[in-house]
């Protein structure tokens, strides 16, 4: 089966660092992976995602890096700023098609 | 507007009482899915669909139940709730089962006593 898990559970920056959250994945047959951030009281809301043929994707003060040799991937948020606080999830999928396996989630605060 | 609409939002029952969340997305999506959101458990999946009249098990599909009869609708039914299964519940949806943008609904806090 699928697990994923992240190394750390909280994550404190101040505005304007770049932060890093980390994923790690044990299917090295999955091939989609997706970051998303929950603010409280909403649901998941996607932010970027990556196949395993692409080792780096890049969005809107976003970057999301993919290591499968050991099936790690990354979310880098650059100029962090306070409205970015909230738990991010990473979530891998392909292995079956249709699953998805989030990890425990990260949060992230900001600090102005 | 896109939307992924649950409801109820909120609710209290008791063990044993049938209950059913719906869900409705307004996109024609394909697949949809439903999720459970507990605390140090992340979000774990329960059934998904890929398309009308196609339904499979997630990762806790125990005491769990779903139909896909319409494209826009993917209810969850709870046929003899459990107060383990309290816990915040979320309908997603994309247009393929994936490589799209998943969309998620604002979320169900069932309680079961």
């Known amino acids: 089966g699928e697990s994923v898990g992240l190394h750390l559970p909280t994550l404190s920056v101040q505005e304007g660092d770049n932060s890093i959250i980390n994923c790690a994945y044990s299917?090295?047959?999955?091939?989609?992976f997706i970051w998303y951030k929950q603010e409280s009281g909403k649901g998941p809301q996607f932010i970027i995602d990556?196949?395993?043929?692409?080792d780096k994707r890049q969005g809107q003060r976003v970057t999301v890096l993919l290591n499968k040799t050991v099936k790690h991937l990354s979310l880098q948020i650059a100029a962090t700023q306070p409205g970015d606080s909230a738990v991010y999830f990473c979530?891998?999928?392909?292995?079956?098609?249709?699953?998805?396996?989030f990890g425990q989630g990260t949060i992230l605060t900001v600090h102005p | 507007e896109a939307q992924v609409t649950q409801n109820p939002r909120y609710l209290i029952t008791v063990t044993g009482k049938k209950l059913t969340v719906t869900c409705s997305q307004n996109m024609n999506h394909e697949y949809m899915s439903w999720y459970r959101q507990d605390p140090g458990l992340g979000l774990r999946q329960i059934y998904y669909?890929?398309?009308?009249?196609?339904?499979d098990k997630g990762d806790v599909p125990e005491g769990y139940k779903v139909s896909r009869k319409e494209k826009r609708n993917f209810p969850l039914i709870l046929e003899s709730p459990s107060p383990n299964q309290t816990s915040l519940y979320f309908c997603?949806?994309?247009?393929?089962?994936?490589?799209?943008?998943?969309?998620f609904g604002e979320g169900s806090w069932l309680t079961v006593v």
């Open positions: 990556i196949r395993s043929n692409m």
């Open positions: 979530a891998v999928g392909g292995t079956s098609y249709g699953k998805l396996t």
């Open positions: 299917n090295s047959a999955s091939d989609y």
């Open positions: 669909s890929m398309n009308v009249e196609v339904t």
């Open positions: 997603a949806s994309s247009l393929r089962a994936s490589g799209n943008t998943i969309y």
